[in-house]
């Protein structure tokens, strides 16, 4: 399998991936056009990326493109639809950076309390103001607020049960005993979240649903001079009305992503939260250690290894969870030549449209088992030819 690796990935998974008889191409500055020519150029089966945007336009230029897979958790700078629309899987690595994003996550909560950049920036300018900055509030018996509480959120839970803190969470998928068993308080919005905490971090994926879930109605719940902390995507926060909380309530914030965020590693900035002193702004640095960036790439390597071995897709992004299929046909027959093809040419006559099918075959290879879900007007007729094959044991067939 020919593939194109458009970022950076580290040596050993490069050898893994070669080793396991690939043709490996790696050119880690492929973005925008360059990627679209690597792309028509090399004409891979897969492609990996880590920051790169990669778009329909890009999948367009290498017909036999297969699989993405995005070395990270996030996959928004994917075209997911327009993948699907393409037959390209698209798949992520979950969880392989929690502990680094959890991390950084911590280390803003601590800088927020005791003022640690400024104190640094003070000394370094030949500044000293112990007055002003010994009067941190201190972290133990606050409470934390966590909105998501997958592998990150439930890694910075972690943590802070290690600072004595109090820690409320929400998320969609979080029950009460799972609340129990992470030691945390469940409660019901992530606006309940606002009203309770002291420090509220965000860990939810960028989707249409989370966009601005830190709106307006979030902050105006914020008690005044609390923390947040922002660490996923800026699509989740609502900056204007962050800048609000931050002027009329005296909120200090934390971001590791914002609006408008350079794509460049080295240049300048311009922003309007850069130069502001109640902000702390991180370099987009979450998953950014070694630790994390080996993990993320043996992840990739293994998505791609076990593709290249079984057509089977860990960490599948863009499968459908629910087909259209309305029916079942289940048919039981012998393990012949020509026997399924015979089925499915019965199927196709009749016009249904065939959604998801599995063939297994039982011990000895005598015997096969066909379910055959399709979505279409059932005729008795169809059913009876299929019966009547003599290769083919049984029929049966139930609605969805």
């Not at 079984?310 to 087909?323: F, G, L, M, R």
Request: aromatic letters at 4%.
């Amino acid at each position: 399998m020919k593939i194109l690796i458009a970022d950076k990935l580290s040596t050993s998974a490069v050898e893994k991936l070669m080793n396991g008889g690939h043709d490996v191409v790696s050119r880690p500055d492929a973005k925008g056009e360059t990627l679209l020519a690597a792309l028509s150029e090399v004409r891979p089966t897969a492609l990996i990326v880590r920051s790169t945007k990669v778009s329909a336009e890009a999948m367009d230029q290498s017909p036999d493109l297969e699989l993405i897979v995005r070395a990270g958790a996030g996959y928004d700078n994917i075209d997911v639809s327009g993948a699907s629309d393409r037959g390209v899987f698209v798949a992520n690595c979950p969880g392989k950076n929690a502990a680094a994003v959890a991390e950084l996550t911590i280390g803003l909560m601590l800088s927020l309390d005791r003022s640690i950049p400024d104190n640094v920036i003070d000394a370094r300018e030949g500044i000293w103001n112990k007055a002003r900055y010994g009067k941190a509030s201190g972290l133990k018996g606050r409470t934390l607020g966590v909105i998501g509480l997958g592998n990150i959120g439930l890694e910075v839970v972690r943590r802070a049960h290690a600072f004595d803190m109090h820690v409320v969470g929400w998320s969609r998928s979080l029950t009460n005993d799972k609340a129990e068993s992470m030691g945390i308080e469940r409660v019901e919005t992530p606006v309940d979240v606002a009203k309770r905490a002291d420090v509220i971090t965000l860990h939810v994926a960028a989707t249409p649903e989370t966009e601005s879930l830190a709106g307006a109605e979030f902050f105006d719940a914020m008690r005044p001079g609390a923390f947040f902390i922002n660490t996923t995507r800026s699509s989740v926060v609502d900056e204007d009305a962050m800048i609000s909380a931050m002027e009329e309530k005296s909120i200090r914030v934390a971001l590791d992503v914002f609006s408008e965020e350079p794509a460049y590693k080295e240049g300048e900035i311009s922003h309007t939260l850069a130069t502001r002193k109640d902000v702390y702004l991180t370099h987009h640095i979450g998953a950014s250690t070694g630790q994390a960036q080996e993990a993320i790439a043996d992840e990739a390597t293994r998505v791609i290894l076990t593709y290249a071995a079984s057509n089977s897709v860990p960490n599948c992004v863009n499968i459908a969870e629910k087909t259209p299929a309305t029916h079942q046909l289940t048919v039981r027959h012998l393990d012949k030549v020509g026997v399924l093809a015979s089925i499915l040419e019965e199927v196709r006559m009749a016009e249904w449209n065939v959604q998801e099918m599995e063939n297994l075959v039982f011990a000895g290879a005598h015997a096969a088992c066909a379910s055959i879900r399709f979505d279409g007007t059932v005729r008795k007729e169809v059913l009876e030819r299929i019966q009547a094959n003599s290769d083919v044991l049984a029929v049966s067939l139930i609605d969805l």
